[in-house]
Nanobody
Framework: QAQLVESGGGSVQAGGSLRLSCAIS????????LGWFRQAPGNEREGVAV???????SYADSVKGRFTISQDNAKNTLYLQMNSLKPEDTAMYYC?????????????????????WGQGTQVTVSS
């Protein structure tokens, strides 16, 4: 069973940057798609960015131009570079993996399409 462990969260002032990492292990077949999701108190979990094995990416409109998702297959690690952070980016950030599905579906960043999840890392942006 795949295991995902996030790191890199923390507290930062608005305009600052953070880089999240997600170490992935324990899978038999390499995930087809990896993603970052976030959930703020009282809100539903939302897809921030996803990337498939071919390197195609999809971003939420709210983070386009500020966040960059990337993967290092040799290190089995997923990253999220977050720049120009805003207070509304404050949330628990989760990485997730999907082992099946089409890019047409997974590119929509729906949490229900992802089967394996990490425990999350908190990001807090102060104004």
């Amino acid at each position: 069973q795949a295991q995902l462990v996030e790191s890199g969260g923390g507290s930062v002032q608005a305009g600052g940057s953070l880089r999240l990492s997600c170490a992935i292990s324990g899978y038999t077949f390499r995930p087809y798609c990896l993603g970052w999701f976030r959930q703020a108190p009282g809100n539903e979990r939302e897809g921030v960015a996803v990337i498939n094995s071919a390197g195609f990416t999809s971003y939420a409109d709210s983070v386009k131009g500020r966040f960059t998702i990337s993967q290092d297959n040799a290190k089995n690690t997923l990253y999220l570079q977050m720049n120009s952070l805003k207070p509304e980016d404050t949330a628990m950030y989760y990485c997730a993996a999907a082992f099946s599905g089409s890019w047409a579906s997974l590119g929509r960043r729906r949490p229900t399409d992802f089967a394996a999840w990490g425990q999350g890392t908190q990001v807090t942006v102060s104004s």
